[in-house]
């Protein structure tokens, strides 16, 4: 069952290639236990900071130390409405810091949260960093990109991809340019069993093409993964910063025994309905007494049934208007929009593909006269091309993964001495 501790999750950033400073950030604010769990869920951010030298650090790192701690402070009497409140103070603290000096203006950074509570999934956000779910061999784009070209497509009623001349990274909307921001808060997003979900910035995004994201998410783990699509973004030019967050939703508690597990009596039980019990327990053994007549133990169980009874009867009037007070702050269940999908399973045009591109990469890198760990790349290839060969397209495709490594890694080194790569690829 989905629950606090059915989680599995990585994150990563990265400079990139042509940058001089991450200008990217990531927070995490998981629930420790099931009360936690109840009262706030789980909370991934990933904002992608801008602005002229640190000032688009500076943003970012605002948006995800802001965020979470606010959202943190007001979950448990304020559930979901929180995190929107929270997106509002990120952005007015972003606004202020940029009023205090000129070298500040401007400042800003997109922000995209995953929020993931026992009835579903939400989506906090602002800018074109984006928040993905796969399922079933689909992965589906859960935000808008607050973009100048995805706002022209929603005006005219086309697909993003298909405008030719609007420039992709025109950003319409981000906290901290203006005192007042429009914030998307969408949810619930029904959560099932061996869900992922993946946030990042459009360093990942520009580079790598959606069904490439899906498909390396759903055959590793979230940390490999991670490795995999930051090294993939960087050996094809590596143009931005990189961050990416990779949630997997299992279907048993993470690190389990196989026994089951057993829940303590108070959280069976909740305690206004046990001190009842108790109650209704005393009052039966005070008249059991009377009829013996041992009248002086007979009026202290009926005290004692009485003071049970009562704090009974207190414990579900609070209960009663603690509910009451989250269903009138819980927002009703929103519209749960897919903005776009694509089919991401695991078939031989996909890894044909990959195959072709690190062909090609390690010929650019060899014609550079670049070192690098050929030994740990060929293991990888030829693994891959025999598990192909068999029709075992989703280890073939796992190793073609980890063939991107040494690649990668190489076109990092080079970096002190600004050396550029320039990878021959098609994004799809």
Known sequence: MFGYDTIEYASLTDVGIRRSHNQDAHATLLAGDDRQWQERGHLFVVADGMGAHAVGELASELAVGIIPHTYHKQAAQNGVPSLRKAFIEANASIHAKGQQNPEFSGMGTTTTALLLRPEGAWIGHVGDS???????????????????????????????????GIPSNVIVRSLGPEPLVEVDIEG???????????????????????????????????????????????????????????????????????????????????????????????????????KYSVYPLNFAVFGLAA???????????????????????EPAPAHTQIYRHAPCRVEQPLVEELARFLSVSKQQIEEKHWDADWTAYQQHTEAAAQLAGRGNFADALREYCRAVHPLAETVQRQRPRGEVFQPVWDKR
Request: hydrophobic fraction near 45%; charge should be positive.
């Open 130 to 164: 984006r928040a993905y779910r796969v399922r079933a061999g689909q992965i589906e784009q859960m935000s808008f990109d607050h973009s100048l070209v995805w706002e022209m497509a929603r005006r005219h009623g086309v697909d993003p991809d298909g405008l030719q």
């Open 307 to 329: 003071v049970a009874i009562a704090a009974g009867l207190a414990g579900l009037f609070m209960a009663y208007n603690q509910e009451k007070r989250r269903l009138a702050t």
């Open 188 to 290: 619930p997003h029904p959560v099932q069993e061996g869900d992922i979900y993946l946030l990042c910035s459009d360093g990942l995004s520009g580079q790598v093409s959606d069904t490439e994201m899906g498909a390396v998410v759903s055959i590793l783990p979230p940390a490999e993964a991670c490795r995999v699509l930051v090294d993939l973004a960087n050996l094809r030019g590596g143009p931005d910063n990189v961050t990416v967050v990779v949630v997997h939703v299992n279907e048993k508690p993470v690190g389990a025994k196989p026994r089951g597990r057993r829940l303590a009596w108070y959280r069976r039980l909740p305690w206004p309905m046990a001190a009842l019990l108790l109650g209704v327990l005393f009052a039966g053994g005070a008249g059991w007494l009377t």
